[in-house]
Each structure stands twice: as structure tokens, then as C-alpha cells.
């Protein structure tokens, strides 16, 4: 029974369970001889908990094109994919967000950030999103201090601490000067902070001045930081009926995003053909320099070119005999120059191989470039999952 009205939705019990660790300790502990479980969840919404049903079902959130689930609803879900410990419901969530952001152009209101550091904990996953929007936005825009005023307190000394201590550079102590401390005025802290930083800084693992196009373009469109949201669709309370997968909602953008439909049918022998698997690393790359925050922060220290001079580490060139970050990579995939996914995953190890050569273990930057690696291949390694995917969608 879901919501206040307690509107009545259908589950498989076993499906439940195997997808959430709470209703799997729950129904342990409940009598084996009932044939319907009934379970009160009155502190959610029926359009809500019916996105976790779809999810529960098809591993999507959105599962079409027709209907933009607000920023609220997907702070509820991700709420509920928490409390009752839902298998991959809190990370598809923020990746939807991300999505709603690239389609709608806008960002959270201001209350809804007030309730996100109220009811979430300190280094939340949905937090570190929200503050890199905001640290994003403000390098856009023209008035950063009045955007400031209408943010919570809370928020905006994480936002003064994260963003002071990208601006102060390195570790090596070429701190900014200018950097005022988190203790002072939030607002004016932000402002003079945007006002001081200065270009990327491959230690300090900021990448903002190397953007793309893409990226640019969108930051230049924003006039008002934080704009009303479009009206919703209602939705049914009714259980959601089955749809095609949504196709790529990163079609908004000027640039079109390669790899979302695999090129041509199965190769003579009923394998994947070169050029299909060159697509999946082109979705790949661009999941990994434009997606939702996780990813964001993880390929920071690798985004672009080490500047040995600017960046502090004069003998790097000395040590690196070939030099590789993701902003070259994606030149070579723009230009279509990978003719394998192989070429393309020994580039971005070679990344790996860079970091780990020059930096010992222990470093700060060779334990991010672990981290990186392994997200890396275990994304990697669901190409054959994803073009078999898009294959069957193509032939539907």
C-alpha cells in the first residue's frame, strides 16, 4: 500500500527480495503460510514508488521519452532506493537526474537543496552531484554572488571548501592568496573564488577550462540560475505498462553523441563488427567526460595533457616517454581514428600506466588512478551486454 490513500501495487515477492536487502531480512522474518504479503510505504508518492517498480522491472528509471520525472520525484527515489537497500536504484537515479538535466537545461531549485543536506548525509553520493552543478554553473555565470544568496548556508560552505581547495592548486603550497576561508561569508566567499581560479591543474585534478563544445554551449544558454521547472505529466497510480527503452536524451545537444545505435547488422560469423565496438567506446568516453558525478570526479586528475611547468613535475617527460590523457582521446575518436575497441582501451590503460609510472604507490594520484582503472574495465567489459542490447532494440 503506497502512500497516504494507500493505493494498492502488485509485487513478486522473490523478485522483491533478490533486488532489496530490506525486504529480504523483512519477509524472513514474516509467517510462511500468508499468500499476500501486504506492506504499508505511506512515506512516498504513487508516481514515485512506480518508478521504482519500473526500475524493479526493466533496470530503467525512465522508461520513455514522453514524461520528465521532476528533480523532486528522483530525490524521493533515491530516498527509497536507500532506505530499503534497492540494488543499483541510488546510482541509476542519479544517472536519470543527470539525463533530466541535459534535457531540460535546468538545475535544482533552491529548496529542493535546502532538503537534500536536511534529510542526506555528509559525502552522499547525490550531494557531491548537486555541488558539482553548482560549482559548474557558477564558473558560467555573470552574478555567482547573487546565485549564492539563494542557497542554504550548509551548502554553501561544502561549495566554499570544495571549490577553495581546487583553487589553491597543488599540494606542493603554491596556494592562491586570494582565496578567502571557508569560515568567511559564503556568498562572497564563492564569488571571489570563481573571480580568482585560474586554468586547469592536473594535480589539483580540475577540469573545467577543458570542456567541450558541447558543455560551453549549454553554460552560455542559462540566464536565470535557477529556473521553474516545466509542468510534469500526471502519471496513473495504475502499474507502468511495458515500453521500448528511451533512446539517448544527450540528442539535445548540438553535437551528436556516437555509439547510442550500433552501426549495421552482426558480422558474417554472428560476432560484433569493429566499427559497432568502436561505437560502444565512443558511448563509453562520452559517458565517462559528461555523466552524472561519480564519473565526473574520477576522470578529473586525467582529463587533460600534464603541463610538466604548470603542473609542478618538470621531469614528468622525462619519466613518460608517451604521454595520454582522455581529452586526446576523444580528438582521436572525433577524427574516427580508432579502428578497434582495443586500440581504444590500451589508450586509456596507457593513462593508467602513466600515472602509476610516474607517481609511487601510496601518492594520492596513484591511488585515483586505480580507482579509475577499475571503473574503467568493468565498464569495459559490458560491451558485449550493451551492443546486444542495441542490436535488439534496432531490430524491434
Known amino acids: 500500500m503506497v502512500g497516504p490513500e494507500e493505493i494498492p501495487f502488485g ?3 522473490d523478485l522483491l527480495c533478490s533486488v532489496s536487502g530490506y525486504f529480504k531480512l523483512y519477509f524472513d522474518d514474516a509467517p510462511n503460510n500468508i499468500i499476500e504479503h501486504v506492506v504499508k510505504i505511506p512515506e512516498t508518492t504513487v ?3 512506480g518508478l521504482a517498480q519500473t526500475y524493479i522491472y526493466t533496470q530503467e528509471v525512465w522508461p520513455d521519452d514522453q514524461s520528465v520525472p521532476t528533480y523532486e520525484e528522483l530525490f524521493a527515489l533515491w530516498q ?6 534497492i540494488d543499483g536504484l541510488c546510482d541509476k537515479t542519479l544517472e536519470c537526474m543527470q539525463e533530466v538535466k541535459q534535457r531540460t537545461r535546468q538545475i535544482p531549485g533552491a529548496s529542493l537543496v535546502s532538503r537534500v543536506w536536511k534529510e542526506t548525509d555528509e559525502g552522499t553520493p547525490i550531494r557531491r552531484l548537486f555541488l558539482q552543478w553548482a560549482e559548474e554553473y557558477f564558473q558560467s555565470s555573470d552574478a555567482p554572488a547573487d546565485f549564492a544568496k ?43 573564488i570563481v573571480s580568482s581560479k ?3 591543474h592536473y594535480l589539483a585534478g580540475v577540469a573545467d577550462s577543458s570542456e567541450d563544445d558541447t558543455s560551453k554551449s549549454l553554460k552560455k544558454q542559462r540566464r536565470n540560475p535557477l529556473p521553474l521547472e516545466a509542468a510534469m505529466k500526471a502519471r496513473a497510480p495504475s502499474a507502468p505498462q511495458p515500453s521500448r527503452p528511451r533512446k539517448s536524451l544527450t540528442s539535445v545537444t ?10 549495421g547488422g552482426l558480422a558474417p560469423d554472428g560476432t560484433f563488427t569493429d566499427v559497432q565496438k568502436v561505437e560502444f567506446c565512443a558511448d563509453l568516453l562520452t559517458r565517462m567526460l559528461s555523466g552524472p558525478g561519480y ?14 611547468v604548470a603542473d609542478g613535475v618538470p621531469d614528468y617527460l622525462d619519466k613518460v616517454k608517451q604521454p595520454m590523457d582522455l581529452m586526446t582521446i576523444k580528438s582521436k575518436m572525433d577524427r574516427r581514428a580508432y579502428e578497434s575497441a582495443d586500440a581504444f582501451a590500451g589508450d586509456v590503460r596507457l593513462i593508467v600506466d602513466n600515472c602509476k609510472a610516474y607517481w609511487k604507490k601510496g601518492d594520492p594520484l596513484y591511488a585515483e588512478a586505480e580507482r579509475f582503472s577499475k571503473s574503467f574495465e568493468e565498464k569495459f567489459a559490458e560491451m558485449g551486454k ?4 542495441m542490436n535488439t532494440f534496432d531490430q524491434a
Open 198 to 200: 585560474k586554468n586547469v
Open 80 to 85: 527509497l532506493g536507500l532506505k530499503y537497500e
Open 254 to 263: 548540438k553535437k551528436p553523441v556516437m555509439g547510442r545505435r550500433i552501426s
Open 295 to 308: 564519473w565526473t570526479r574520477l576522470v578529473k586528475p586525467f582529463r587533460t595533457p600534464v603541463d610538466p
Open 150 to 192: 539563494s542557497l542554504p548556508q550548509e551548502f554553501l560552505c561544502e561549495l566554499v571548501v570544495e571549490m577553495s581547495s581546487i583553487a589553491s592548486g597543488p599540494a606542493s603550497g603554491s596556494a592562491n592568496s586570494s582565496v578567502p576561508p571557508p569560515s568567511a561569508d559564503p556568498s562572497a566567499a564563492v564569488a571571489a
Open 386 to 389: 550493451w551492443l546486444t542490447k
Open 47 to 49: 508516481e514515485v514508488f
Open 11 to 13: 509485487l513478486q515477492k
